[in-house]
């Protein structure tokens, strides 16, 4: 089947029978239902991006298998050629949403693609293993599914960090082997997208109890959303059902994150991609390159997330006339910084890239993983500098429902600047208001802190992947000189 429109993908959620539980009620269509349809909605409207004739070229690709186009964001890239050119159908996805949904699709499929590429790396602990990762492949990126993902089991104590705590009873594990497949219980988070999607992939990027090499916690899966026992709690939304006027991105990109609970859930033979081996599951994202190929995708979301903060501060001193002052430009300026440098980390990425032991163009792994170390601490700085650019301007923010009623007038008169409308300020100010201090804005704030996992977690992965040696032999060369001092 070829890439998937908007229509037919919305036709997919509404096909597969899941239970998502949302405020309360079981949800019969998330197509829609009020709090959630819009999210559904701007994702469908990436899909029609695939056959929008002015840049279907730049978002499709021809399976070398069925000679279909596919999303490009499946695309197995064996050249740098291939990795820029998918890297403009991300950027033009992440554009789309303004980077407010750093789950879309694209984040699994490139996670994918780049497993399908090693699939050898899964079938070293049992062959069949490797053979279900190439059909699944296959499977989504011919049938154009959507993936949620859940990575972190839940936990009752925080004795030790997320990532390594399982607790018996709450993180999820096999319970049982069956001639069918195996069957799992527990609770997973956060499933972002869990409502807006097809199928969930279940792994972890690394295990505790590194002392077994068995362990009924080390699970690398994927089943439909709709499997029976398997079910999504979502939190509240933040589409507040307002206008675009009101609330121009939580009326758009509200994409969702869910608890995943697995109540004895069957997981058929053919969707195990690795079970029970620790080393392997701990492994997977380094040897097979997939967190770079992720970390590549969140840049992409990074810089459009950038672009749409600096465009709007720009916007917002100018309407202001503060542009002219030095904390102005001082703040703009770090804004400058943390744009261009996401943009120079993707291009010395995808430029320093090169094939892994698989033959799988990887990009460079100091540039593309700092992307998402940075962004854990800039993002936050830039929703803080939002604030304060804006100050009261982001309270003076009358609805739409204001602009037109009684007090229009007053409005008009008192909220205009010099170089802008009321209206026009007002609905800047909306959007720079929804960055940095609605709901969906602080839920961004969190985001970008966590979705990759705790900040320390990270620092200690960067640490500990980082090619340390040059750094210290520069420092050892200088040590021994044999120069005298004078
Ligand atoms: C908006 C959002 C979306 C997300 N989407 C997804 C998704 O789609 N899929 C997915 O799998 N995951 C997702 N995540 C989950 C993310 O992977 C986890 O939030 C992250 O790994 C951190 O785990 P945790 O929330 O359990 O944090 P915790 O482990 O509870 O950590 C909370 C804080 O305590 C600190 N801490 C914890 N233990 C210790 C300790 N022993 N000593 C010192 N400090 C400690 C941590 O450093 C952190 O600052 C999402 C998270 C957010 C916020």
Same mark, same amino acid.
Request: hydrophobic fraction near 35%; include cysteine; proline fraction near 5%.
């Given at each position: 089947?070829?890439?998937?429109?908007?229509?037919?993908?919305?036709?997919?959620?509404?096909?597969?029978?899941?239970?998502?539980?949302?405020?309360?009620?079981?949800?019969?269509?998330?197509?829609?239902?009020?709090?959630?349809?819009?999210?559904?909605?701007?994702?469908?409207?990436?899909?029609?991006?695939?056959?929008?004739?002015?840049?279907?070229?730049?978002?499709?690709?021809?399976?070398?298998?069925?000679?279909?186009?596919?999303?490009?964001?499946?695309?197995?890239?064996?050249?740098?050629?291939?990795?820029?050119?998918?890297?403009?159908?991300?950027?033009?996805?992440?554009?789309?949403?303004?980077?407010?949904?750093?789950?879309?699709?694209?984040?699994?499929?490139?996670?994918?693609?780049?497993?399908?590429?090693?699939?050898?790396?899964?079938?070293?602990?049992?062959?069949?293993?490797?053979?279900?990762?190439?059909?699944?492949?296959?499977?989504?990126?011919?049938?154009?599914?959507?993936?949620?993902?859940?990575?972190? #089991? $839940?936990?009752?104590?925080?004795? !030790?960090? =997320?990532?390594?705590? %399982?607790?018996?009873? &709450?993180a999820l594990q096999a319970v049982k082997e069956t001639s069918a497949g195996i069957i799992v219980k527990g609770a997973r988070v956060l499933a972002t997208l869990g409502p807006f999607s097809d199928e969930i992939a279940v792994y972890s990027p690394r295990?505790?109890?590194?002392?077994?090499?068995?362990?009924?916690?080390?699970?690398?899966?994927?089943?439909?959303?709709?499997?029976?026992?398997?079910?999504?709690?979502?939190?509240?939304?933040?589409?507040?059902?307002?206008?675009?006027?009101?609330?121009?991105?939580?009326?758009?990109?509200?994409?969702?994150?869910?608890?995943?609970?697995?109540?004895?859930?069957?997981?058929?033979?053919?969707?195990?991609?690795?079970?029970?081996?620790?080393?392997?599951?701990?492994?997977?994202?380094?040897?097979?390159?997939?967190?770079?190929?992720?970390?590549?995708?969140?840049?992409?979301? #990074? $810089?459009?997330?950038?672009?749409? !903060?600096? =465009?709007?501060?720009? %916007?917002?001193?100018? &309407?202001?006339?503060?542009?002219?002052?030095?904390?102005?430009?001082?703040?703009?300026?770090?804004?400058?910084?943390?744009?261009?440098?996401?943009?120079?980390?993707?291009?010395?990425?995808?430029?320093?890239?090169?094939?892994?032991?698989?033959?799988?163009?990887?990009?460079?792994?100091?540039?593309?993983?700092?992307?998402?170390?940075?962004?854990?601490?800039?993002?936050?700085?830039?929703?803080?500098?939002?604030?304060?650019?804006?100050?009261?301007?982001?309270?003076?923010?009358?609805?739409?429902?204001?602009?037109?009623?009684?007090?229009?007038?007053?409005?008009?008169?008192?909220?205009?600047?010099?170089?802008?409308?009321?209206?026009?300020?007002?609905?800047?100010?909306?959007?720079?208001?929804?960055?940095?201090?609605?709901?969906?804005?602080?839920?961004?704030?969190?985001?970008?802190?966590?979705?990759?996992?705790?900040?320390?977690?990270?620092?200690?992965?960067?640490?500990?992947?980082?090619?340390?040696?040059?750094?210290?032999?520069?420092?050892?060369?200088?040590?021994?000189?044999?120069?005298?001092?004078?």
């Amino acid at each position: 089947m070829p890439a998937r429109t908007g229509a037919q993908y919305l036709a997919g959620l509404r096909e597969q029978n899941r239970e998502i539980w949302f405020r309360g009620e079981r949800v019969k269509d998330v197509t829609t239902h009020p709090g959630l349809a819009r999210g559904a909605q701007a994702i469908a409207s990436l899909y029609d991006q695939q056959s929008e004739a002015k840049i279907r070229e730049e978002m499709v690709f021809t399976s070398p298998k069925t000679g279909d186009k596919l999303g490009l964001s499946f695309l197995i890239p064996r050249t740098k050629d291939d990795l820029i050119r998918r890297r403009v159908q991300m950027l033009n996805w992440a554009r789309t949403t303004c980077g407010m949904m750093g789950r879309s699709p694209d984040f699994m499929n490139v996670t994918f693609s780049a497993w399908a590429g090693a699939a050898d790396y899964f079938g070293a602990s049992k062959k069949e293993y490797g053979e279900n990762m190439r059909r699944y492949y296959d499977h989504i990126a011919e049938n154009d599914l959507v993936l949620t993902h859940s990575l972190i #089991n $839940l936990q009752r104590s925080r004795t !030790v960090s =997320g990532m390594f705590n %399982l607790q018996e009873g &709450t993180a999820l594990q096999a319970v049982k082997e069956t001639s069918a497949g195996i069957i799992v219980k527990g609770a997973r988070v956060l499933a972002t997208l869990g409502p807006f999607s097809d199928e969930i992939a279940v792994y972890s990027p690394r295990l505790g109890r590194h002392t077994e090499t068995h362990s009924p916690f080390a699970l690398n899966f994927s089943i439909p959303c709709g499997t029976p026992g398997l079910r999504f709690l979502c939190r509240d939304s933040f589409d507040y059902e307002k206008s675009h006027f009101d609330h121009p991105l939580g009326s758009r990109f509200e994409e969702m994150d869910c608890v995943a609970f697995f109540d004895d859930v069957l997981v058929p033979w053919e969707r195990v991609f690795v079970y029970g081996d620790v080393d392997r599951l701990n492994e997977t994202p380094n040897a097979t390159g997939s967190s770079r190929h992720s970390a590549h995708q969140g840049a992409a979301k #990074n $810089l459009a997330k950038c672009e749409l !903060v600096l =465009g709007v501060a720009l %916007l917002m001193s100018k &309407t202001l006339g503060n542009d002219h002052l030095p904390h102005t430009q001082e703040r703009i300026g770090e804004l400058i910084m943390y744009t261009e440098l996401m943009r120079a980390c993707i291009r010395a990425g995808e430029a320093d890239a090169e094939p892994n032991e698989y033959g799988v163009m990887t990009p460079a792994s100091g540039p593309i993983e700092t992307t998402r170390n940075l962004f854990m601490t800039a993002y936050p700085k830039m929703a803080e500098i939002i604030q304060l650019l804006g100050s009261s301007s982001l309270m003076m923010l009358p609805t739409e429902a204001d602009m037109d009623g009684p007090l229009s007038g007053h409005i008009d008169q008192y909220l205009a600047t010099d170089s802008s409308t009321a209206r026009d300020r007002v609905k800047l100010f909306h959007l720079a208001w929804d960055i940095s201090c609605s709901s969906f804005g602080q839920r961004q704030v969190l985001y970008e802190r966590f979705f990759a996992s705790d900040p320390l977690t990270r620092a200690r992965a960067l640490a500990q992947t980082y090619p340390k040696q040059d750094a210290m032999d520069r420092v050892l060369d200088f040590l021994n000189r044999d120069d005298h001092t004078p």
